[in-house]
């Protein structure tokens, strides 16, 4: 459910015509909707409240300072993976003791200031990783709180590239290493071992592979109790619930939580979720304006303004963004793909599309894109990142303004042998 409707053939955000938006602020830009985050967040944990449960919204879905905001303010946790987005996550008001720290790359000085913060855990991808927190715990003379990320094998069946519980993916430990892991972290003088962790991939529309995970993750737990003592106080299943784009027919946020729930009931653990996409995917779209048309030799292209540097997800995943007309016209039907400006034949946000047709200078919206949208775009073809505006009841604020050219060459310098 979100607040992206239409009246009387205009495209709406709660309240507010989309096409007023692209009148006040131009064209691409992302739009969220604070009505429709607040709803998914309240839902998201609604479908928990029955269990012990800590939901630490996935920043990199979204990093937007107003976004954080109003979910620090409610008291969600955050679910980091690197320490720009510790930053950005501590000055939004998250509080220290509700942020966990997942990645395979953690640096030192990311370290430290986790540290220092007091975080509530690091997710440990790897043995390494371990020694080093438990050296730098002991050099800042604080105690680093830990889970050990375990690898289930798990299929989750999604795209390849955002699958990350299989054998051959670069996340987690496999079982039998965990153990040696948790040995390990007992025996090291400032680490407190508190949880276990592990985060199969994204835009899961199954409820089975979470299930399937957290079976996994319990008889580990159980084994480790028993073969090293160590009590374990926080499951962490991830993030990756899937939503629907196009056809996809994830399951509800009840059946999510049931798979959970009846396998740790009697537990004394709390559950960790990282939910990312589910929260802000469908709170999100993407403005854009048609350039022109053109005849190819075997296409027929809708050149747009917005291109595979704002929104990645087609180029990257083959993903399916469904394209809506901000202003419905009795239109005929037309197949087209739609492409923006860059210099790639990569460069699309729809292939084929079967869509209405479409005149230059109309507006079009690319659904969906709250997730995984802004965060991965890019200066590429020096062209400025695009404006973010939030809308809340009848009222929008841009919440992050376009770029403007002076941004794309600042930090920029000369070597002295070129500056004359
Ligand atoms: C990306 C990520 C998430 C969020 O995934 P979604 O599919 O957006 O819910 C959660 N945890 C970890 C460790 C991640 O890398």
Redesign the pocket.
């Known amino acids: 459910m979100n607040h992206f409707t239409y009246r009387q053939n205009q495209l709406y955000c709660e309240d507010v015509a989309v096409q007023k938006i692209a009148a006040a602020v131009g064209t691409p830009f992302y739009l969220y909707s604070h009505a429709t985050l607040i709803r998914h967040l309240k839902a998201f944990r609604d479908a928990f409240v029955k269990i012990d449960h800590l939901v630490c919204f996935?920043a990199?879905?979204n990093t937007n300072f107003a976004i954080l905001k109003l979910f620090a303010d409610r008291g969600c946790g955050l679910?980091i993976?690197s320490g720009g987005e510790l930053y950005r996550g501590l000055k939004a008001g998250f509080a220290p003791e509700r942020i966990v720290y997942?990645g395979v790359g953690k640096r030192v000085g990311e370290i430290d200031d986790a540290l220092k913060a007091g975080i509530l855990m690091f997710n440990l991808e790897s043995v390494d990783e371990l020694k080093l927190i438990d050296q730098r715990a002991g050099k800042l003379n604080q105690r680093a709180r830990v889970a050990i990320r375990v690898n289930p094998d798990v299929d989750p069946k999604t795209h390849p590239y955002i699958s990350t519980g299989l054998k051959k993916n670069k996340f987690g430990i496999n079982t039998e290493a965990a153990i040696e892991g948790y040995r390990l972290a007992a025996r090291l003088a400032h680490v407190d071992v508190v949880g276990i962790d592990c985060?199969i991939g994204?835009?899961i529309t199954e409820a089975g592979p979470f299930e399937e995970a957290l079976q996994s993750v319990k008889a580990l737990l159980l084994r480790i109790k028993s073969e090293t003592g160590i009590d374990i106080k926080y499951i962490d299943m991830?993030?990756?619930?899937g939503i629907t784009y196009g056809d996809e027919s994830p399951p509800s946020l009840n059946e999510y939580a049931k798979a959970f729930m009846q396998n740790i009931e009697g537990m004394a653990v709390t559950l960790i979720l990282?939910?990312?996409?589910?929260l802000v995917g469908n709170a999100g779209i993407l403005v854009t304006r048609a350039l022109y048309n053109k005849d190819g030799q075997d296409k027929r292209f809708i050149i747009v303004d917005a291109g595979m540097n704002d929104l990645l997800r087609p180029t990257l995943y083959d993903a399916f963004h469904a394209i809506e007309p901000v202003v419905r016209k009795k239109a005929s039907k037309t197949v087209a793909d739609v492409v923006g400006p860059i210099c790639e034949s990569g460069d699309f946000l729809a292939v084929d599309r079967r869509l209405d047709e479409v005149n230059s200078g109309d507006l079009l919206a690319v659904m969906s894109t709250g997730?995984y949208g802004f965060v991965m775009s890019s200066n590429y073809c020096s062209r400025p990142r695009v404006a973010e505006v939030m809308v809340n009841d009848d009222q929008f604020h841009v919440v992050k303004q376009r770029e403007t050219y002076a941004d794309l060459v600042r930090g920029e310098s000369l070597p002295p042998f070129l500056d004359d």
């Open positions: 996935s990199k879905a679910d993976v997942s985060h994204s835009q991830g993030g990756g619930l990282e939910p990312g996409r589910v997730a």
